[in-house]
């Protein structure tokens, strides 16, 4: 039996694996273990770790960091504590692999634990560009640490071969986000209204993250949005759900909070996968800068409006408007989306990200990963490049 660990730090990247670690939990021929930290360990995200046990798999671990984003010091201070943490972790088990999502700065801390401890890596949804974020940096540096790539398009696997991975390794799976919209079970809308209160007008949802890695303050920027909305506040309805830990979270949290108080508009620390994907499909669209608004929501078929360039780079369909984080360009966005000929075009878009059979491949290509011995040197594929 071939043992693999998954690690996670938040909310939206366990939303995308819920189902792949479901499955992975009853493949006879894998031990899988659970280990949760980040925001799941942290009061203030809503102790997500709680929606894991609820889902009926098994917590292996908690591993506190103690999140500090008020600063990019105390981010580098909570990277160093997970790195210790899941440094020695690592030297008390062992694994024939190390399963990561994504590109944030704990999961960064636990590639560099895994890779020093010879634990192949398998790595979704690498090579992709985010370049208003320091995520874009961390994403690149997991996949060099990395022995298995699953990709979310053909553009994002070509990224990597170029990078210097053996094409042999880096597979075009599509996204599981994209999947689980149009795959999960989710609650009907007088389902989410009995639990969470009535929504008796059309009404956005909003998730907006701090760029990292621009100049742009995180207070005027989300001034410029709520500003934005505001104009809106007689037609539509807004339902807020929180920012994630990254640095400067907190002063948008604090920003937005004081604008649903004013207005009556709702706020959500933290949501289940299937009712964020539900309070999206019976929205009038996403509005913010978070990347299930590129990769999850186009499969609802509703509109995202992009703000800013924290997904810059990234692939996106035609249902994505992107717009700069200023107060006008925000207003015609949303004016933009709730179009006739918008809505028309947006109902006959595919989702780029979307691929049949999405989770049976990547069991497949992990099950085959895992019966190869994966531990050996791990050379720089070149690419035949003529000068």
Known sequence: MKKIVFVTGSRAEYGIMKRLLLRLAEEKEIELTIIATGMHCDERYGFTYKNIENDGLVIDKLIDIEINNDTNAGILATMARCQTEFGEYF???KFDAVMILGDRYEIFSVAIAAAMHNLPII???GGEKTLGNYDEFIRHAITKMSRLHLASTAEYQKRI??????PETVFDVGALGAENAMLMDIPTKQEIEKKYGALERPYFVVVFHPETMSHNDPIQQTASLLLAL???IQKYDFVFIGSNSDTGSDEITIKIKQFCKEYGSKFFTSLL????????KYSQGLIGNSSSGLIEIPSLAIPTINIGDRQKGRVRGPSVIDCICETESIF????KSQTNFFDKKNQQTL???FKRKVLDNIVGIIKSFLEKNSTGY???YDLNIKA
């Open 91 to 93: 030297e008390d088990h």
């Open 123 to 125: 790595h979704l949804h």
């Open 161 to 166: 071969i170029q990078m210097g991975e053996n």
């Open 230 to 232: 505001r104009q809106f």
């Open 273 to 280: 996968p299937e009712e964020y994907l539900a309070l999206n």
């Open 332 to 335: 015609l966005a949303i004016e």
């Open 351 to 353: 989702n780029p990200y």
């Open 378 to 380: 791990k050379d720089f």
